[in-house]
């Protein structure tokens, strides 16, 4: 057995910047709706995010050597999952160490968390719950299959279930309130992916007594309150009034209704979660989803999961839930964020699948969908450089400070994901000042999508055309195109800036005027100014004929248009 490293309370009371006890603010997340700002140390920041694997976090050896490269990514907050398992091996016995190694290190490589409570549910199973819960199905039962027969996963309905998570989940708020003084932590999340598999709902007799019992006149009054913002698939099952139905008699007697009894019970349950840990530390707290992709039915996806067409049952249930996260792993990106980003829900994904595309997701995320963050799933693989394997950090014969030397001075090399982060961090500012307003978009193209446009305020049309589409690069007579992705921010009349990799802009006007280049730099932003790093004109505007960013490359550039 690997001996834990320990980190002393007051090493980490040093690490706190926070003079008294309630100098640093209580991170925030302000909804506006369609879009959230997390506000941490009283000023707006997106999540630059990416989120650890499963057992990445289970050994404070793991941590010392992951954390390095995670800021070398350039990431400024880390998903880490904190499994009930290692915080309660016996019961009632709770073992912070390693919720103590998280913060640590990341207060030592300037990172903010975002705490993953892997508790009863982790991807409709219970394989977190600690041994002394498992095996003790009397007091904590499981689901029940329509044979009668019981499931791994926990019943939802069950108080001895709910009260030992929450109990647990409570401590580890608790710890945070009293040790977290400084808010490294700024946001939870609530169980990992809940949703019933292989079948829409639990069969258990309490459950099937529920189900064939009037619907809860909470639930039926919100949705029918809400009907002009439900969502069309809840819309659709409703009848007239819901007064003393059941659920099979309000939302149709079929396996959808099974899937909105589950839904209903998996949100209360959370949401009770939720909170009761904010009664303790009032930090912001989502769910996150696994997708119905692939034309699959309830029970052959996680049913009852915070899925779009469900969100009015989430929000009726669980209040205290302040985002329901996409997790993308599936074909069908920009259609998958565009359903999550709702009038009332703003954009965030807490997992995205690890490779180079997610850097151009990343961009079209912020920049087109306002998303409060981004995060690949997996993120301590992704190589730094590119070429590399992405398993650096165990090179365990290279210390920290080498590693960070070497690297530095290759900046050039940034695999796709570290170099859209590099851009990120410089424009977070303008970005998050441009939130919810037409002065900034952001496109998205690939092999089937080569070209788009984006209409700015200033009555400009922005053609925008793969970088391949000049012909240029010999790769692009070879077949498929790769990825390519641009952000424009809109910093004065006529005058933006231009994030991305991979794409060539053209112009014109609503009002049929002419539109030509009146100036074109390469830049680099700090803290919202901008500096000039080097004028582009001539074979990098080709000759004031387009803004052009290469393929392979990830450029800030400043232009100013005017119209002749
Ligand atoms: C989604 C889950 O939420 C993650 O914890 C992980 O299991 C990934 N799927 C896939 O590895």
């Not at 099952?237 to 009894?261: C, H, K, N, T, V």
């Not at 005058?495 to 006007?509: E, N, P």
């Amino acid at each position: 057995m690997k001996a834990r490293l320990f980190y002393p309370l007051f090493t980490m009371l040093l690490l706190c910047s926070c003079s008294g006890e309630h100098s640093c603010p209580l991170p925030i997340l302000e909804n506006h709706g369609s879009h959230a700002t997390l506000v941490v140390d009283g000023k707006p920041m997106l999540i630059i995010g990416g989120e650890l694997g499963n057992s990445s976090a289970s050994s404070p050896e793991d941590l010392a050597r992951i954390f390095p490269h995670l800021e070398r990514l350039g990431l400024n907050t880390v998903l880490v999952p904190l499994s009930w398992e290692l915080i309660e091996p016996e019961e009632d016995r709770f073992d912070f160490s390693i919720l103590d190694g998280i913060v640590f290190r990341a207060r030592e490589h300037d990172l903010r968390v975002v705490l993953l409570w892997f508790g009863a549910w982790k991807n409709s199973m219970s394989c977190y719950a600690p041994e002394w819960f498992k095996r003790d199905t009397g007091r904590f039962p499981r689901a029940i299959l329509p044979d009668g027969s019981p499931v791994e996963e926990a019943c939802a309905l069950s108080p001895t279930v709910l009260q030992a998570d929450r109990k647990a989940f409570c401590r580890v708020m608790e710890y945070l309130r009293d040790n977290d003084r400084q808010h490294t932590v700024v946001m939870v999340q609530v169980e990992n992916e809940m949703g019933m598999i292989n079948v829409p709902r639990d069969y258990c007799p309490i459950a099937d007594s529920l189900y064939h019992s009037p619907v809860p006149q909470e639930l039926v009054s919100y949705l029918e309150s809400h009907r002009e913002s439900l969502h069309p698939h809840i819309a659709g099952r409703m009848g007239e009034s819901g007064e003393g139905l059941s659920w099979p008699q309000f939302f149709g007697d079929d396996i959808y209704a099974e899937e909105i009894f589950q839904t209903w019970t998996y949100a209360r349950y959370t949401g009770e979660l939720a909170r009761a840990g904010k009664e303790i530390l009032n930090l912001p707290m989502y769910v996150n989803v696994a997708l119905d992709s692939r034309g699959r039915l309830p029970g052959q996806y996680p049913s009852g999961g915070p899925l779009a067409q469900l969100k009015d049952i989430w929000h009726c249930a669980a209040p205290s839930i302040d985002v329901l996260g996409v997790d993308i792993y599936d074909s069908g990106v920009t259609g998958w964020m565009e359903r999550y980003h709702l009038a009332d829900n703003p954009l965030f994904i807490p997992e995205i699948r690890l490779e180079d595309k997610a850097a151009h997701y990343a961009l079209y995320a912020y920049g087109h969908h306002d998303a409060m963050g981004f995060c690949p799933f997996s993120i301590e693989d992704c190589p730094l450089l590119t070429g590399d394997s992405g398993n650096d950090w165990r090179n365990t014969d290279m210390s920290a400070d080498d590693q960070l030397n070497a690297y530095t001075r290759v900046t050039d090399r940034l695999s796709p994901i570290a170099s859209a982060y590099s851009l990120m961090n410089s424009i977070e500012e303008l970005v998050l000042a441009r939130q919810g307003s037409d002065d900034m978009d952001a496109v998205l193209l690939d092999d089937g999508h080569r070209e788009a446009s984006i209409l700015t305020p200033d009555g400009i049309k922005v053609h925008v055309n793969h970088d391949f589409s000049l012909g240029w690069d010999p790769r692009s007579k070879e077949g498929h195109w790769p990825e390519a992705s641009c952000m424009l921010l809109r910093l004065g009349e006529y005058d933006y800036l231009l994030a991305g990799s991979g794409t060539v802009l053209t112009f014109s006007a609503e009002d049929s005027s002419k539109v030509g280049i009146a100036y074109c730099a390469e830049v680099d932003v700090k803290d919202g100014a901008i500096t000039e790093i080097r004028r582009l004109n001539g074979d990098q505007t080709h000759q004031g004929r387009h803004i052009r960013i290469p393929c392979g490359t990830f450029r800030l550039q400043r232009f100013r248009l005017y119209t002749y």
